[in-house]
């Protein structure tokens, strides 16, 4: 959402224009807010569920961002660390 500001000004506008400003929207608001529904439905499609922050454990030597992990080593992935790799050279 963050990348398409556009998408998210239009859905405000349809949420203020459908509800308005002055209450949150509720169940029965959403026959009105379509828009909003196939984004929200979108949203969860493209968002991993799988919780990757469970242990892990390599299956072969390898090296990760030019560092060596050993086979057997347990690794933590944590999204959104992808570059801490290259950060912290």
Known sequence: MAHHQDLQTRLFQVISTDIGVNRLPTVSDRPRLDM?????LELLRYISHVPLGLPHFTTADTSVAGFFVGKHTKVLIAPGLENVAEINR
Not at 36 to 40: G, I, S
Request: avoid cysteine; proline fraction near 0%; charge should be negative.
């Open 36 to 40: 909003v529904e196939a984004t929200v």
